[in-house]
């Protein structure tokens, strides 16, 4: 089974850390209760990320990172 999902911004970024968060941690301490843990699910999977190159935007398919 594929799950694919997208985060689209409205300008170029850079990301320079991706964190999955365990079901039942704590995010972050400033998150209020109801948003502030993780539900990540499955415990396990496999992660593959990809991006879009700024620099030729007549390029329209992602490359992956890594």
Do not use: W, Y
Request: a positive charge; hydrophobic letters at 40%; glycine letters at 6%.
């Amino acid at each position: 089974m594929t799950n694919v999902d997208v985060v689209r911004f409205p300008c170029g970024v850079l990301i320079t850390e991706v964190r999955v968060i365990p079901p039942g941690i704590k995010a972050h301490t400033s998150l209020p209760d109801n948003r502030a843990f993780g539900e990540t699910s499955p415990h396990s999977f496999q992660l593959e990320l990809f991006f879009n190159n700024l620099t030729k935007p007549s390029n329209a398919c992602f490359h992956r990172l890594g």
